[in-house]
């Protein structure tokens, strides 16, 4: 703990006094602009998985596999199918619509507003834990996915968002060994994640930038 204090104060000293930013903030921020790839609803997620030398490996953002139905456009459709035609029965025919057409129609409209609210609700994290556990492929997954398990020895994740536990597992299984991140992850297993890295002697830690 005192090693990584004296590390932080160096590395803020340095910055002030330089202006260049450290390893953490400069992939940090990179992973920042890579989540912005994501097609993922209710939270877009990205990362920069480096060796022990700060040499880039790979990167990886959250979505959907290849071929697959995006998050963002399954959602939206249920949106209009479930909630939307619910209370405008006459606004369109459920069976058959072009989806950009009324993505248009109801982004040009208040309704907008309607499907901001409803992203917000408990049907909507319901709804999206099902499909994400069923569909969805999370950033380390996908950076772990072109890269050499002996490339991997003492390597360095940096993540917009903290695991979840299956991640961690795989982090801990390719021998990575720090790992840091912006948010933490809001399900119930973030916390769980988190220690059981700590257990296995890898360095987790949050970064503010």
Not at 36 to 62: D, F, M, P, W
Not at 74 to 83: D, E, L, S, T
Request: proline share 1%; aromatic share 12%; net charge neutral.
């Amino acid at each position: 703990m005192l090693v990584d204090l004296q590390q932080k104060i160096i590395a803020s000293i340095e910055k002030e006094v330089t202006g260049r930013i450290g390893w953490e903030e400069y992939f940090l921020k990179q992973a920042i602009l890579i989540s912005e790839r994501s097609t993922c609803t209710r939270v877009q997620v990205g990362v920069v998985l480096t060796n022990k030398n700060n040499k880039v490996l790979a990167t990886g953002y959250n979505g959907v596999p290849r071929g697959q139905v995006h998050c963002k456009d399954y959602f939206f459709k249920y949106f209009v199918n479930q909630v939307l035609n619910k209370q405008f029965p006459y606004y369109i025919d459920t069976m058959h619509f072009n989806l950009e057409e009324v993505r248009e129609a109801v982004y040009g409209k208040r309704y907008i507003d309607m499907y901001k609210d409803w992203l917000t609700t408990d049907e909507f994290r319901q709804l999206h834990g099902l499909f994400s556990a069923e569909r969805e492929i999370h950033a380390e997954q996908n950076a772990f996915a072109g890269v050499a398990r002996d490339e991997l020895e003492d390597g360095k994740m940096f993540c917009t968002l903290s695991p979840c536990s299956g991640c961690s597992k795989m982090i801990v299984a390719t021998g990575v060994k720090e790992f840091y991140y912006l948010e933490k992850y809001d399900r119930d297993d973030g916390s769980k994640a988190i220690n059981f890295l700590k257990q296995n002697s890898v360095k987790i830690q949050q970064v503010k930038i």
